[in-house]
Nanobody, 128 residues
Framework: QVQLVESGGDSVQVGGSLRLSCAAS????????MGWFRQAPGKARELVAA????????YVADSVKGRFTISRDNAKSTVYLQMNTLKPEDTAVYYC?????????????????????WGRGTLVSVSS
């Protein structure tokens, strides 16, 4: 069993930055691919970024490319999402998720509803 706890969500102004963290319980964090998803009010959940268990493969959605960066520290069992130049359309609840897929291309998480574990989310609100 893995528990995921997100933190770092906040209310910021346009152009601001935030770093989200997702801390995992247990000793098996390094065996999971990790993803950051978000869901805005009235919209479907979407994949924002993903990173392989070793960190060697990453994916970042076109909508955030060049502004968001995903990283992980397996020694700390934590995955991060650095978000820069925030826009109002980035407003959403951000969720981290863990998955033990054998996939090597992290784009497999696009549109994926079923992951092994989900966190409860952290709210990011960007105002102009």
């Amino acid at each position: 069993q893995v528990q995921l706890v997100e933190s770092g969500g906040d209310s910021v102004q346009v152009g601001g930055s935030l770093r989200l963290s997702c801390a995992a319980s247990g000793r098996t964090f390094s065996t999971y691919h990790m993803g950051w998803f978000r869901q805005a009010p009235g919209k479907a959940r979407e994949l924002v970024a993903a990173i392989s268990r070793t960190g060697g493969s990453t994916y970042v959605a076109d909508s955030v490319k060049g502004r968001f960066t995903i990283s992980r520290d397996n020694a700390k069992s934590t995955v991060y999402l650095q978000m820069n130049t925030l826009k109002p359309e980035d407003t959403a609840v951000y969720y981290c998720a863990a998955d033990k897929s054998s996939a090597q291309d992290m784009r497999y998480m696009i549109g994926r509803d079923v992951m092994d574990y989900w966190g409860r989310g952290t709210l990011v609100s960007v105002s102009s």
